[in-house]
């Protein structure tokens, strides 16, 4: 028995709750999986794990170990990264899910760059705006708009959005250019709505000038909740939008969308990197995380950016 895969066959197992999702992630079979996890508690000659037909969960012994397997973990990765002639080329495949105008706009036209320098990794990638469970549904790493609401995540702030509110000239021809943000509310406007994946249902959007704030609710003939689908729905006139600066500033430059309400503010969104509590981070994930922190530093995306290597646990809806 090698105890090291030993010990991370244990590990992912507890993570996922499964030998089955341990094993998809680790790229071995699931009888080696179970193997190599019958192995170490011969070897220790205490039960780790309690298994039903439904789930897996841990013994008392097993907890204890759990904790002092990361910890083994960790150091080991440690160790070998910091000799200069080690072979510590990070490898590996990952699973993350993204918001879909992030995708298409940030971070796949900059993957190039991420292989060019990380060749050995492969990224299944998740497109979607959709809430993800990343424990159960096994995701290495999340990166998420908005205040994060799941205690049982870690998440790194990597920077705060700029939002504007737009409308395409075809829509300010059939309705008039709006003066004042209360307009979508009372005059005959739209927007197009955006349905939430916490709730279901368009929120309000705060905007503030000065001593006022409001909280526009407007009226929609459609909602969406795909981030790429409301930004297709603006450009076709169908309403007026709520978008961050990253999203909007090619179609402000093209006048394929016209800002609105100059003086008016909005609370910036803020993005966070979330992932699974308690789990071994491998090499390839921490230089992923890293690099999505690099690539996050852009100006014309933030407003402000958290370049700071902080975790913390957080609330998220990840």
């Given at each position: ?17 499964s ?5 998809d992630?680790l ?42 397997v ?9 160790a ?16 993350v ?34 809430v993800?469970d ?87 003939a ?5 981030g ?11 309403g ?18 016209v ?10 969104m ?19 995380i ?9 100006p ?15 609330h998220?809806?990840?």
């Amino acid at each position: 028995m090698d105890r090291f895969d030993a010990m991370q066959a244990f590990a992912r197992v507890v993570e996922t709750g499964s030998f089955t999702k341990a094993a998809d992630t680790l790229h071995i079979s699931r009888t080696s999986v179970t193997q190599l996890v019958q192995q170490l508690e011969a070897h220790l000659q205490v039960r780790l794990l309690n298994r039903t037909t439904r789930k897996v969960g841990m013994t008392a012994d097993g907890e204890a170990y759990y904790a002092r397997v990361l910890r083994l973990l960790a150091d080991l990765q440690e160790a070998e990264a910091c000799l200069p002639g080690a072979s510590v080329t990070p490898r590996g495949r990952l699973r993350v899910d993204v918001p879909s105008p992030f995708a298409s706009t940030l971070l796949i036209p900059a993957l190039p760059d991420f292989y060019a320098r990380y060749p050995d990794i492969r990224i299944d990638l998740g497109v979607s705006d959709r809430v993800v469970d990343v424990i159960d549904e096994n995701v290495d790493c999340v990166v998420r708009g908005g205040e994060l609401t799941d205690l049982s995540l870690m998440a790194r702030k990597v920077g705060d959005l700029e939002l504007g509110v737009f409308a395409a000239p075809a829509y300010l021809a059939r309705f008039g250019t709006p003066q004042h943000p209360q307009e979508l509310d009372v005059l005959d406007h739209r927007i197009v709505g955006f349905l939430w994946a916490r709730t279901g249902r368009a929120l309000p959007i705060a905007m503030r000038r000065d001593n006022e704030q409001l909280n526009i609710k407007g009226q929609y003939a459609l909602a969406v909740d795909d981030g790429n689908a409301y930004l297709a729905a603006g450009l076709a006139g169908l309403g007026v939008l709520w978008l961050p600066r990253y999203m909007s500033q090619r179609f402000e430059a093209t006048g394929e969308l016209v800002a609105l309400f100059p003086g008016w503010t909005m609370q910036p969104m803020p993005l966070y990197l979330a992932y699974p509590p308690n789990r071994h981070i491998s090499r390839a994930l921490r230089v992923f995380i890293d690099w999505v922190v690099e690539l996050m530093a852009s100006p014309a995306a933030f407003t402000t950016h958290s370049r700071n290597s902080r975790s913390a646990q957080v609330h998220s809806d990840a």
